[in-house]
């Protein structure tokens, strides 16, 4: 099992930065990637960014592109997101998420662990 834990939200204007952090601990030596999903009030579930465990290789979501940065630190065995000139649409609840399976992770979004998620919340 491999917990996580986001920290970081808050609430900031339009314009604005913010960056959350996601500490995992627990059986983290199988962790393929790690990701950024969101959710916002009355809609589904999105995905924001992943960045490889052994790698610098990152995706991001095209709403998020040129704005936000993943990144992570093996050493503190944590993942951060860097949101830079936020939007009032970038509201929602940030979650963290880490899976082991390269295939279902990487190309399916598939994920197998969830932190509880942090309020981001951006005014306009």
């Known amino acids: 099992q491999v917990q996580l834990i986001e920290s970081g939200g808050g609430l900031v204007q339009a314009g604005g930065s913010l960056n959350l952090s996601c500490a995992a601990s627990?059986?983290?030596?199988?962790?393929?990637?790690m990701a950024w999903f969101r959710q916002a009030p009355g809609k589904e579930r999105e995905f924001v960014a992943a960045i490889r465990w052994s790698t610098d290789d990152t995706r991001y979501a095209d709403s998020v592109k040129g704005r936000f940065t993943i990144s992570r630190d093996n050493a503190k065995n944590t993942v951060y997101l860097q949101m830079n000139s936020m939007k009032p649409e970038d509201t929602a609840i940030y979650s963290c998420a880490a899976g082991n399976n390269p295939i279902t992770v990487w190309f399916l979004n598939k994920y197998d662990y969830w932190g509880q998620g942090t309020q981001v919340t951006v005014s306009s």
């Open positions: 627990g059986r983290t030596d199988g962790t393929y990637a």
